[in-house]
């Protein structure tokens, strides 16, 4: 294995995205979770359900990126 191989710019642009992208989805499930005086009137189960979803698909593109890193090696 070569691991001295740098990225092609392409590929290092997708992955500070893709890594951008989680840290968005995170964040914004966090608050929609709690942010209290939430601009659109919602049940606050369902404001704590949607925040959870977008958390666990954050979770998920972070699982896609990895499992690219880790294959493209």
Sequence with gaps: MNNNRQK???????????????????????????WSDFPISMDKT???LFGVVLIVYSFLRFAR???NRVNER
């Design 8 to 34: 092609s710019p392409t590929k290092r642009f997708l992955s500070v995205i893709g890594l951008f992208m989680f840290a968005l989805y995170f964040v914004l499930g966090l608050i929609i979770i709690f």
């Design 46 to 48: 369902y404001r704590i």
């Design 65 to 67: 990126l990895w499992t």
